[in-house]
């Protein structure tokens, strides 16, 4: 059965854990030179597949015992609250532009950017221990879908603005912050 509240919280550890990611910034640059529907497709579409695989992999970890199980999701959290916290910025993406500007020229471009950037990435392998976490996968999928999709959304309709208020760093500070508690909180299910 559908957990609202496992789509609610996945979809805020994520959002929260994508929005200093470069890809937005990505998504920024492209949607400033192209339809931004366009892009937003072409990025959309990657992020779904992401999703899809990360669910996929948190699926099968959910056949480990279920102390192991808690253990290894909890030490992921907590590495990748570390990872960003450590993590640098390194300012804009830089993206190659399409000379055709039709709608499959600039959604395959946003597609290759996110499918190649988000490969093996920090918020793919939350998603796929949130999955192995709450076993609900389409409830996992759906919340992290659409916070994937909301910070493409931001990142191509105006990340700038939301930038100059709020702070990358207390962003990203944040998104550690909420990982490292779910880590902990995995490590102490593991251990009672």
Known sequence: MFSFTVAAIVFGVVFLAELPDK????GLVLGA???????????AAAFAVHVALAVAAGSVLTLLPARLLAA?????????????????????EHVREPADQS???????GFTL???AE??????????????RYEDPVAVGVGA??????????GILGGRALMRRVPLRLITRIAAAVMATLGLWSLYEAIA
């Open 119 to 132: 490969f093996g990435d920090l918020t793919q392998i939350m998603t796929a221990n949130l999955a192995a």
């Open 72 to 92: 290894v999701t909890g030490l992921l959290f907590l590495g990748g609250a570390t990872l960003l916290l450590l993590k640098k910025d390194d300012g804009e």
């Open 103 to 109: 709608f499959w020229k600039v959604a395959g471009s």
């Open 33 to 43: 030179r192209f339809r931004a529907s366009y892009v937003f497709a072409g990025v």
């Open 114 to 116: 996110i499918m190649v």
């Open 23 to 26: 890809t937005a910034l990505a």
């Open 145 to 154: 879908a659409l916070a994937l999709w909301s910070v493409a959304a931001l």
